[in-house]
Nanobody, 125 residues
Framework: QVQLVESGGGSVQAGGSLRLSCAAS????????MGWFRQAPGKEREGVAY????????RYADSVQGRFTISQDNAKKTVYLQMDSLKPEDTAMYYC??????????????????WGQGTQVTVSS
């Protein structure tokens, strides 16, 4: 099992930036994919970005393409989400998640095994 702790959330104005961090501990060697998800009140949890440790690199949802950047250390201890040009629509609780599996759709929450507690991002206009 992998333990994940998110941090870095906060309140910013539209157009601003935040950098989220996800610190991983436990059996991190089992992780093949690390994802960022978000969930706004009354909406489904949606995939934002993920990193493929099997060699595929980073991938992004269309809604954040060009604005968000995922990065990580190569020891799988920390993964980051740099969020630029934030919009009110980005307001949500943001979660990081880890998966030991392969061959899945990595934008779907059901395909991740371990989750952090979330960090709130609020973007005002």
């Amino acid at each position: 099992q992998v333990q994940l702790v998110e941090s870095g959330g906060g309140s910013v104005q539209a157009g601003g930036s935040l950098r989220l961090s996800c610190a991983a501990s436990g059996y991190t060697s089992s992780v093949n994919y690390m994802g960022w998800f978000r969930q706004a009140p009354g909406k489904e949890r949606e995939g934002v970005a993920y990193f493929d440790y099997r060699g595929g690199g980073a991938r992004y949802a269309d809604s954040v393409q060009g604005r968000f950047t995922i990065s990580q250390d190569n020891a799988k201890k920390t993964v980051y989400l740099q969020m630029d040009s934030l919009k009110p629509e980005d307001t949500a609780m943001y979660y990081c998640a880890a998966s030991p599996w392969v061959g899945r759709n990595w934008f779907l929450p059901v395909n991740y095994n371990d989750w952090g507690q979330g960090t709130q991002v609020t973007v005002s206009s």
